[in-house]
């Protein structure tokens, strides 16, 4: 009796001591990452070439009034507003970064640099300016913002806005997140994150280079949606699509759409596959099908833009809806196990039946 | 929590008028969360009741017995800057939080919460109607 209780004292104090001594080690770990993002905070920022370009181009620098070289050039207006502190102008600054290069492929320390945003991704190649080009901030040869151009600072201006796919009223950070979720196909990062924060401090910097009103709907906020009514109402086609596809879009984004990565950087994003975007995004043609349409047709073929009309661009939007993708949380796992199947099989079995299309002799008016 | 019925506070038509509130619809989910956020500007304790433990009877019981709604919006449209005295850039968000926890003595709702968010709201609507872009300032230039 009294030697087992004497044993039982020491394993009772180890075990006591194990768990303290974990919790201790995940404290110092907290520690010295809350030190490394302080660290990175304060550290100056690598800009990327676009960023640098765009920023430049707005006259960013740290001082005690701002004013837009932008808005006095385009609009003639002088319009004078709080400057930036040092602090600031690097939010802004590593915002536009995070925005062109998600995953830090062109920053010395890779991810780190963007606060790990390929936590968040699940595609390796995914960046935000893919759809919201331009670092979300696309000018004609104006100058001029176009319209339906996804622009961060008009949609900062309209935040808070009623969202009628997630019948919620979305802030601009719960915007991101769903960008990382469904566009993505990836995971929610906190509200607060430095990842959303200076993400948000460089479109509300975007929204005083082009002087928007808060509250104010401009066109260049999200996308231009071509729906059916728009069309000659012939109905949407998708093998007319997959034609046009293959005839005005494989060239870049591959007869899969696939997309095309060169040296570990992506020169056409995936338009399908696991590195795409998911079921529950609003570029999904079966969630949205009108938003796609609108994107391609504003945007796409890159360097002839505007050269299809709307069925041609419902057409292809509906093919590329057709393609294998990751499910969203709405599809549940089920379908998501099944879509990862296809993921893998359709491409290879798509390959070897294109092949045996080959070497038939091609009809006249095929 | 959702409700789709706000009760009408004193006031709220005439604010309604003078803001322009009705420029975002009628009876839309923001105009309503607007309406919340004026309830809990102007009677704080009646709508933010878990927030504070000031009552009606206090001198200085809510937020608009210190702020107007006007500096509300200026105040939005300026947040998310450096604050030398925390060292660290501070949110619109994190600053409605503060008042709560400090001049209205109570507790701090969270990031979510419809009497923060509604607070912004609120503040984006009345930036709408003053016009004003980012970091606009006080004295108009």
Redesign the interface.
């Known amino acids: 009796m009294e030697a087992k209780s004497v044993s039982a004292v020491p394993a009772k104090l180890m075990k006591i001591a194990l768990i303290v001594g974990a919790l201790c080690g995940l404290y110092l770990m907290a520690l010295s990452s809350h030190a490394e993002r302080d660290q990175l905070r304060k550290a100056s920022v690598d800009l990327t070439p676009n960023c640098k370009a765009k920023l430049e181009g707005y006259g960013l620098v740290a001082a005690e009034h701002y004013r837009s070289p932008y808005v006095q050039a385009v609009n003639g207006v002088d319009s004078t507003v709080r400057g930036y502190s040092e602090q600031d102008v690097r939010s802004i600054q590593r915002g536009c970064n995070i925005v062109d290069d998600l995953q830090g492929q062109l920053a010395k320390r890779g991810a780190r640099e963007r606060w790990n945003a390929d936590r968040f991704v699940r595609g390796t190649y995914t960046t935000c300016i893919h759809c919201h080009q331009s670092g979300g901030d696309k000018h004609d040869t104006a100058g001029k913002p176009v319209s339906g151009s996804n622009n961060l600072g008009a949609s900062w201006v309209m935040a808070d806005m009623y969202d009628r796919f997630s019948g919620l009223i979305m802030s601009h950070e719960l915007r991101q997140m769903q960008c990382y979720i469904n566009a993505s196909n990836g995971f929610k990062p906190n509200s607060a994150d430095d990842l959303i924060r200076d993400v948000t401090a460089y479109s509300r910097f975007l929204s005083a280079a082009l002087d928007q009103k808060m509250g104010q709907r401009y066109a260049e906020q999200g996308l231009d949606e071509i729906p059916f009514s728009a069309t000659r109402r012939r109905g949407d086609d998708y093998v007319r699509g997959a034609h046009v596809y293959r005839e005005k879009c494989a060239n870049c984004h591959g007869p899969q759409a696939l997309g095309m990565v060169v040296q570990g950087k992506v020169l056409y994003p995936a338009l399908a596959g696991p590195q795409s975007f998911t079921m529950d995004s609003r570029m999904y043609f079966g969630t949205l099908n009108s938003l796609m349409p609108g994107f391609i047709c504003r945007n796409m073929p890159l360097g002839a833009e505007g050269s299809l009309d709307n069925q041609d661009c419902r057409d292809i939007a509906y093919y590329l809806g057709t393609l294998p993708r990751p499910a969203g949380d709405r599809q549940g796992p089920l379908v998501a196990a099944w879509q990862q199947v296809m993921m893998g099989v359709m491409p290879p079995l798509t390959r070897y039946a294109e092949s045996l299309g080959r070497n038939h002799t091609e009809h006249p008016g095929d | 929590m959702f409700r789709s019925q706000v009760s009408n506070a004193p006031g709220w038509p005439q604010f309604r008028a003078a803001y322009g509130v009705d420029s975002?619809g009628g009876d839309?989910?923001?105009t309503r969360?607007v309406q919340n956020g004026y309830n809990l500007f102007y009677f704080t304790p009646d709508y933010g009741k878990r927030f504070t433990r000031k009552t009606a009877a206090d001198a200085v019981h809510s937020c608009s017995s210190c702020h107007t709604a006007e500096a509300l919006?200026y105040g939005?449209?300026?947040s998310?800057?450096?604050d030398a005295g925390l060292d660290?850039?501070v949110?619109f968000e994190e600053r409605v939080m503060r008042c709560y926890a400090g001049p209205m003595d109570g507790f701090i709702p969270t990031?979510?919460d419809p009497a923060v968010?509604d607070i912004?709201?609120l503040a984006?609507?009345v930036?709408?109607h003053?016009?004003?872009?980012?970091?606009?300032?006080t004295d108009g230039?």
């Open positions: 975002f839309g989910y923001f969360a919006a939005l449209v300026n998310d800057r450096f660290r850039r949110s990031l979510y968010r912004r709201v984006r609507a930036a709408h003053l016009r004003l872009s980012e970091g606009a300032r230039s």
